[in-house]
């Protein structure tokens, strides 16, 4: 079991990542459905996560329910299925025109479609993540924004399904922060496949309770060990980390978190917010009830408190 778990811990995420772009570029080779590639591999990824949070976790608390799973599931089902499905299915019919019109003007195709399809990954997240960053850091900076992204941080344990637990508002500004640059410069479908299997896979394990160790590659991917401090009660430790799949643009901005000497504390959530629904219909309300949550007057995450800290920006 020893060998098992030293597996898990550093060759897990490598392999399954790698293998599911993998099993992404084996399903474009043989024209399999998009959507049956993504929905293979996102329902495999997340078995493997979950069996392996019971054999090696980070925290055996994160494993007990909170009567969270349920709250998770309808979240999955809204802000990881529905609104990404009709979501990109919109952005790339409106954006398709606009994307042929501006080769038009320059007079050359602007997305390297000659390139190989893993360069043209790279390319896609770098230029997805820029947006992502800088609306991800929005929502923990502006006050008004805080109200919608603080549903992603409500819950008090990590595991595999908090990668879905967004409000739909979140969800859908992300989104097209992300889709909408790389779709205007025309990136075709199959790179649009390589970057929601990317999205899924690394979300899962980002918020997984699984004692991973990615050493050097946590200089590359925004993983678990970094984004369980993103997850901090306090605001200095969690106003850090934005990047939702890479940590290329936090490195570049500075706002990379990962002390030396320490591990993320396992007591997550929101520190100042202990009536912050727990319930779906309650969160998707939270935005709109906030007075009420946060109760008149007290300073509260996302708010004055926020501003108020000289580490605010992160560290
Ligand atoms: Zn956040
Ligand atoms: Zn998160």
């Not at 994160?62 to 919109?90: K, Q």
């Amino acid at each position: 079991m020893k060998h098992v778990r030293a597996a898990i811990t550093y060759a897990l995420f490598p392999v399954t990542f790698f293998g599911a772009l993998w099993g992404a570029l084996v399903g474009i080779q043989l024209e399999l459905s998009k959507w049956l590639v993504l929905a293979g591999i996102t329902a495999s990824s997340a078995v493997v996560v979950a069996v392996c949070e019971r054999i090696h976790p980070v925290h055996r608390g994160w494993n007990r329910s909170r009567s969270d799973v349920g709250t998770d599931a309808t979240h999955a089902l809204v802000s990881m299925i529905l609104l990404p499905y009709f979501l990109e299915m919109i952005l790339a019919t409106s954006l398709l025109v606009v994307a042929i019109q501006l080769a038009d003007v320059v007079g050359f195709a602007l997305w390297p479609n000659q390139w190989n399809l893993l360069a043209q990954l790279v390319l896609a997240m770098l230029i997805s993540q820029f947006g992502e960053y800088w609306v991800h850091r929005m929502m923990h900076e502006c006050p008004l924004f805080w109200r919608f992204h603080a549903t992603h941080h409500s819950p008090g344990r990590l595991y595999w399904l908090n990668a879905a637990r967004f409000h739909p508002i979140d969800t859908a500004i992300g989104h097209v922060s992300a889709l909408a640059p790389i779709l205007i410069l025309g990136a075709g479908s199959e790179v649009l496949l390589l970057v929601s299997v990317w999205v899924m896979v690394h979300g899962m394990f980002q918020h997984c309770n699984i004692h991973l160790r990615l050493g050097p590659l946590n200089y590359v991917f925004s993983m678990a060990e970094l984004h369980r401090w993103h997850h901090s009660r306090k605001v200095s430790e969690a106003n850090a980390n934005y990047g939702n799949n890479i940590i290329f643009w936090d490195i570049v901005f500075g706002t990379r978190y990962h002390p030396p000497d320490r591990e993320a504390s396992s007591v997550v959530g929101l520190a100042d917010l202990d009536r912050f629904p727990q319930d779906y219909v309650g969160q998707i309300l939270s935005p709109f009830r906030w007075n009420k949550i946060t109760g008149e007057g007290e300073p509260a995450m996302g708010s004055s408190s926020r501003e108020d800290d000289p580490a605010a920006n992160g560290g």
